[in-house]
């Protein structure tokens, strides 16, 4: 049984940092997607980051050169990670890891519908 579970989130004021971090169990497909979306009430849910088992890591517009994902697969777990820097009020957001197995392209791991495993979520807010 896959679970993901995140933490990290929390408050901070802008231009400030955090780190949000997902235990990935149960999970050992060799070839994956793993990522980080965003959601705030009332619209859709959006692709942040996602990096894949060769380490191949995507972003955001709106997030380049400010977050950086990455992962850990020691000690049979796959723990993922995205630093946030210089954060912006507009990244509030509840920020969701998510996993699948196989090859996506780009485009393809912007769509929260390509993902099987969910977490449930970290809250991260920014105040001006």
């Known amino acids: 049984q896959v679970q993901l579970v995140e933490s990290g989130g929390g408050s901070v004021q802008a231009g400030g940092s955090l780190r949000v971090s997902c235990v990935a169990s149960?999970?050992?497909?060799?070839?994956?997607?793993m990522g980080w979306f965003r959601q705030t009430p009332g619209k859709e849910r959006e692709g942040v980051a996602s990096?894949?088992?060769?380490?191949?890591?995507?972003?955001a517009e709106a997030v380049k050169g400010r977050f950086t994902i990455s992962q850990d697969n020691a000690n049979a777990k796959n723990t993922l990670y995205l630093q946030m820097n210089s954060l912006k009020p507009e990244d509030t957001a509840m920020y969701y890891c998510a996993a699948t197995w196989g090859r996506y392209t780009e485009y393809a791991r912007r769509n929260p519908n390509n993902f099987k495993y969910w977490g449930l979520g970290t809250q991260v807010t920014v105040s001006s």
């Open positions: 990096i894949d088992s060769d380490g191949y890591a995507t972003y």
């Open positions: 149960g999970f050992t497909y060799s070839r994956y997607v």
